[in-house]
């Protein structure tokens, strides 16, 4: 089993993991660089560094806390129906009972640390951050199947034993919050105001760069201000290509041209519901909604972006309203 990737031990009574391995490695790459640099400003001629002890052991310290970081680990105990989370491997951080956890799920993430992670969610909490308790791997990493195969249905097992996962209810709509409705369409709301001011100003942006920034030079200058204007064009144009839900043909129906979009699912072709988490530069921003489908005529999938929402609990309420219409 890789130290960089999650390792576990599974027993009748207890599941222990540790999913932050690939510490161990980048605390001792930056130990090695940073001991490399120190020394050899502090060997140049002329460029002695007075502060070269204090500076050793901060590096010392950096590269110490990400090692001590790696022993970090989570553990399930049937015993006491409780989650740890052991901070370097002796500082307890979390003690959650069972019943107040709902499981692990998968969380596909763009932008800075794309791939996959597994998580551990709350009830309370389905569709937030959670604990993260494995390391971070690519979409077709086998050994994200192992631990999908081995390490969460052992988990599961623990957490049902506790407190076994009710029949999901049903929820009852009579107001959306998500969708319009006359007679038998439900179309997604789309937030007007806020599309028309990013798009115009993308646009504005693409016009000038392309009228004015000659200094930039010619590829980049067409580059960025054709792509500010493509964007900006896009969101104006999901103010014409509504996203309607028609229960009477169960049919969802985005009206616009093939090309640009626009298609027919039937109900039945609906798949699954795609979350993707999307984090800039590290932090968490927003979570985007989409259906997967499967395409009639052929074997492959499609998706289909339904809105972009950053609360656990609105994305909760979003998924019960399209469960809602679909099953109508």
Known sequence: MSISKTRWNITADRITLYPFGQLFILGGALGLIFIGLITALHLLPGNQLPEYNTLLVLALLVSAGFILHGFTYIEFDRNTLRMRKVLFGFIPVLNVPFEKLYGIKLIQRVGAGAGIVYRLVYNADKYGKGITVSSGYGQKDKRAEDFSQTVIPAVHQFLDAAAPAAAPQPTVITEYEYFTWADDVFTVKVKKATNVIVGTCAIALGVYILYAGSDMGAIRQWGIGGACVVVGAIILGTLFTPINFNTRTRLIEKKAPSWAGGTQIPFDNIVDVHLVR???????????????????????????????????????????????????
Do not use: C, F, M, W
């Open 278 to 328: 999307h984090h800039r530069n590290g932090i968490y921003t927003h979570t985007a909604v989409s259906l997967k489908y499967q395409r009639a005529g052929s074997g492959k999938t499609g998706n289909l972006p339904i809105a972009t929402l950053r609360d656990s609990r609105k994305i909760e309420r979003l998924l019960a309203e399209i469960n809602s219409i679909v099953k109508k």
